[in-house]
């Protein structure tokens, strides 16, 4: 992935060197580092804290604007940026500039003085003291890896702790049963903050339900204690004391209305009175989350797919959860009008690819694989070996642009998708500046 970097760009590579591990889960140096900078996490407006595997980043997403459409001003943080550090950061509803996250980063690494710590830890914490000196009403904090040793675990006190669905993924890091990783996503409920969560696996109700009960606070659990669903093209959000009829997410595919419905009962427990129903609706109405399920009609891909008569769309998921929600995505513009579904996919060599594309099985026409720069992408070989492993016809491509013209050449014109990765997606959006998330 293309980092566009300028002011910063010394010291973000710097800070990459602090710590030989890219992943080393712990608090401690992130404890110590806060501390040296006067505990700024301890400074924020009131936080909603997100964890998960899938759907993080949409729920994110649906949260700020709905506070937003409200009147607030909103602090966001995100991880990873898709084309540009700055994407991390979302200060008072505007991208940190340039300028600002170099004079707060020199600051922070000051303040480390060459101690060890991860990449993550340290631009987390820069994230903290730009939070902590801009006033804002509310602070939307998104998990980086797990839960119980994430970063931005810190924060002692949320004001409301949400979970997005669970699946397998970083085993490596966060253990290799599902009840495992539940319980590092669960460190984030802490006392005093209500818990919402999303539609979960039965095995998973359990290890929330036992988090929530040692933390002393209620665990609000979608199909449970509320729901959300997709009703003659609106979103029907069930609470237990009230039915919330709103527009239909602007993100498009039937698990948004999942995640929408996760984010207003997020923002119910929060109890701000001036969040209220029509700003929701016109918050979920209007809210823009690049590289899920986000159609292209700018740059360079999406004006090749124009004049050869075919749609372009984009997605990062990269687990089988996730390929399962975009499968039934791409599924349902097939079912509209016939036309077949061609996938060009990138995934990195750690993910359950043979499990990813499973969910394409009798969707997808054929897989065009690639590979990206770093992060241990996997070979367009190996993908496209993992994507015959699950049934699907694939090829292996030179590059993205032999990949896209080899899915446009298929007859007849196909909806195509690029998938697997985030960073595949980042590569796509920092092609052109006009489709830089902003």
């Known amino acids: 992935m293309t980092d566009h970097l300028r002011a910063h760009d010394a010291a973000l590579e710097r800070l990459r060197a602090l710590h030989p591990l890219k992943i080393d889960l712990s608090l401690g140096r992130m404890r110590r580092l806060c501390a040296a900078l006067g505990d700024p996490q301890d400074r924020l407006p009131p936080v909603i804290h997100v964890a998960g595997t899938n759907g993080?980043?949409?729920?994110?997403?649906?949260?700020?604007?709905?506070?937003?459409?409200?009147?607030?001003?909103?602090?966001?943080?995100?991880?990873?940026?898709?084309?540009?550090?700055?994407e991390r950061i979302r200060l008072a509803g505007i991208l940190i500039t340039e300028a600002h996250l170099a004079?707060?980063?020199?600051?922070?690494?000051?303040?480390?003085?060459g101690e060890a710590i991860t990449f993550f830890e340290i631009t987390t914490a820069a994230a903290f003291v730009a939070f902590a000196e801009v006033p804002a009403d509310l602070c939307i904090i998104e998990v980086g890896l797990g839960g119980v040793l994430d970063a931005t675990n810190v924060i002692a006190t949320p004001a409301v702790s949400v979970i997005a669905p669970i699946d397998l993924d970083h085993r490596e890091f966060l253990g290799d049963t599902i009840e495992q990783i539940a319980v590092e996503k669960a460190g984030i409920i802490k006392p005093g903050a209500p818990a919402v969560s999303a539609r979960q696996q039965d095995a998973v109700d359990g290890v929330l339900e036992t988090a929530a009960a040692l933390a002393g606070v209620e665990l609000t659990l979608m199909g449970r204690d509320f729901d959300a669903w997709e009703e003659r093209g609106r979103l029907l959000v069930q609470m237990q004391d009230r039915l919330l009829d709103l527009p239909a997410p602007a993100l498009p595919g039937e698990h948004q209305f999942a995640n929408a419905g996760l984010a207003v009962a997020a923002l119910l427990a929060l109890g701000d009175p001036r969040i209220d129903e029509e700003a929701m609706?016109?918050?979920?109405?209007?809210?823009?989350?690049?590289?899920?399920?986000?159609?292209?009609?700018?740059?360079?891909?999406?004006?090749?797919?124009?004049?050869?008569?075919?749609?372009?769309?984009?997605?990062?998921?990269?687990?089988?959860?996730?390929?399962?929600?975009v499968a039934r995505a791409v599924a349902d513009l097939a079912a509209r009008d016939g036309r077949p579904v061609a996938l060009i996919s990138g995934l990195l060599?750690?993910?359950?690819?043979?499990?990813?594309?499973?969910?394409?099985?009798?969707?997808?026409?054929?897989?065009?694989?690639v590979t990206f720069e770093g992060h241990a992408a996997a070979s367009a070989a190996e993908t496209a070996a993992a994507a015959e492993l699950a049934g699907l016809r694939a090829a292996a491509c030179d590059s993205l642009d032999d990949a896209l013209s080899r899915a446009l050449a298929l007859d007849p014109v196909p909806h195509v998708l690029i998938c697997g990765s985030l960073y595949l997606a980042g590569e796509v959006l920092g092609a052109d500046e006009a489709t830089w998330p902003t």
């Open 349 to 369: 060599a750690n993910k359950d690819a043979a499990g990813f594309f499973e969910a394409f099985r009798g969707v997808a026409t054929k897989v065009f694989t």
């Open 103 to 113: 004079s707060v980063l020199e600051r922070v690494e000051t303040a480390n003085a």
């Open 281 to 325: 609706g016109r918050g979920i109405a209007g809210t823009v989350w690049p590289a899920r399920f986000q159609r292209l009609t700018a740059g360079p891909y999406a004006q090749t797919a124009q004049a050869a008569g075919a749609d372009l769309w984009l997605d990062g998921g990269h687990n089988p959860h996730a390929g399962r929600a």
């Open 56 to 86: 993080k980043g949409s729920t994110v997403a649906y949260l700020r604007h709905m506070a937003e459409a409200a009147g607030l001003s909103v602090h966001v943080f995100t991880s990873p940026h898709l084309v540009r550090f700055v």
